[in-house]
Structure formats: C-alpha cells, structure tokens
C-alpha cells in the first residue's frame, strides 16, 4: 500500500469555525508533512513530524495547530482562519525525514468565507 | 540561493506529439532530482527520480535526462495522450535537512 488518504477532499469554513484536517499512511513511514499550495504555485513546506515529534515549522502562524497522534496519522486543526488561507492543504509521508522520497496525497481543497 | 526555474511556463501540444520540459537548479548541495504529474486539485505523483550519478531514466513515455554539471534537467514526454494534460514540477532535494526545493511547473494542454 503506497498510498496517503486525506479527508475531507472539499472543506468551506468560515473564519469563525474550528475544524480539522487528516492525513493517513499505512506505509510505516515516520515523517509525516504539511503542505500549502496556492492555485498555479508550487506547494510550500508548513510542518514536519519526524517520528510523531515536530521537527519543522515553517513559521505558520498559529491558527493552523498540527498535530501526530501515532505514526500513522496527521492532523491538522484550524481555527479563525482567513480568507487568504484558502489553498489545497497536501500532506506527505517519507520513510524517515531527510532525503527520503516523499508520497503525496492527494489533497484537501479549503475555502474560507 | 538554492533555485529551480523551470520552462517554458506553460506548452500547448497537438495529441501524439513528443515534447520537451526544462528545468535548471542551482541547489547545492543537491541529493537528487524528482519529475513529478500534478493533475488539477490532486497531489503530485512521482514520475522519476534521479542521483547526480544518472544521466536518464525512464517511465513509460516519460524520459528524464540529467546533467550534473551544468544543473540542468529534462523532461521528454513522448506520443503525448489528452490524460498528459496536467502541471509537471520539477523538485530538487536540498542534501541538508532533505527539503525539497520545488519549481514553479511546467502546465502542458494536450489538446485533440
């Protein structure tokens, strides 16, 4: 199994809203990643869980809350977002971090109202 | 500054013809070199990966060439099919810390 699951495919929110986003590997990979990218850009790097510790923050403000509750699973949580947050969130999952090919899924298209 | 620049910007072919996408890098230290298909609102999909020690490699239609020395790779996509049409980026891992270092894509409309 190659593959990384992220729920939900589609999400609107409002700026007042809490909501959170899930990512899934059963690839007994160890890094897990945090992707934004906006239409036509390529994705850019928010966060890395190396073996369910955070290891990376690319200075995200903290409206977006990571979190890696075991080695198969990333979630991110989301809360007074704004309107330019609105992107395709892409999570990632490598072997080990570092130089390791990393496995895309297939994304979670947000829109914040 | 660790940059990959990518060309043309966007390709209009006719179906079953052949092209060619650029990617130039100055990442250095570089651990390899990655092709990768995004289609619309999904993520990308692995077409190739290259060390600085491969010169090619291959995928079905899809042939990547690298050049070390001068930092620059290609794409060679072959008897293009409509299901081509997508954003194709190149990604080069920085050795240290493994970052990927993404190109901004190459957007291919392959049209009937």
């Known amino acids: 199994d190659t593959e990384v699951t992220q729920t939900p495919k589609h999400l609107v929110m409002g700026m007042t809203n809490k909501k959170s986003l899930k990512c899934e590997q059963h690839m007994g990979h160890r890094a897990m990643y945090w992707y934004k990218q906006k239409a036509k850009k390529p994705p850019e790097l928010m966060f890395v869980?190396?073996?369910?510790?955070?290891?990376i923050n690319e200075s995200v403000p903290s409206r977006f809350s990571p979190e890696c509750p075991n080695s198969s699973l990333l979630n991110l949580h989301l809360h007074a977002l704004q309107p330019e947050d609105s992107a395709l969130y892409l999570c990632a999952s490598s072997q080990y971090s570092g130089t390791y090919e990393q496995y895309f899924g297939p994304g979670t298209r947000l829109t914040v109202t | 500054k660790n940059q990959v620049e990518q060309s043309p910007q966007s390709l209009i072919i006719l179906e079953g013809k052949n092209c060619t996408l650029q990617c130039n890098y100055t990442v250095s230290p570089f651990s390899n070199l990655r092709w990768y298909k995004q289609d619309t609102g999904r993520g990308p999909v692995s077409l190739t990966i290259?060390?600085?020690?491969?010169n090619t490699k291959s995928n079905g239609r899809y042939t990547a060439t690298l050049d070390a020395d001068t930092k620059q790779s290609s794409l060679h996509i072959t008897a293009s099919q409509l299901s081509d049409s997508a954003s194709y980026i190149c990604v080069v891992t920085y050795n240290q810390g493994g970052k990927l270092i993404f190109g901004q894509g190459t957007e291919l409309s392959v049209k009937p």
């Open positions: 869980y190396s073996y369910e510790k955070l290891s």
């Open positions: 290259m060390t600085f020690s491969e």
